[in-house]
């Protein structure tokens, strides 16, 4: 079976921000080396990996809140 991705380990990543989980989904901003990243990932059973940049609405929001 496919294990449930702990979205704890991925929120002590350092860079990680945002990190939502819905209906099997998990989507977060990161910010920082890619190698960190893709390691963490490396170590989790996937379904699927989309990595899309964010749009300007999101950057503008982050900076602000």
Do not use: M, Q, W
């Not at 449930?4 to 990190?19: A, N, P, Q, W």
């Not at 899309?52 to 809140?65: A, G, N, R, S, V």
Request: charged share 30%.
């Amino acid at each position: 079976g496919t294990k449930k991705i702990d979205v704890k380990t991925l929120s002590t990543i350092k860079g990680v921000s945002e990190l939502s989980e819905e209906d099997g989904e998990v989507n977060f901003l990161y910010r920082g080396d890619v190698n960190t990243i893709t390691k963490a990932i490396a170590k989790l059973d996937l379904s699927s990996l989309e990595i899309t940049e964010p749009d300007l609405e999101e950057i503008f929001l982050h900076y602000y809140k």
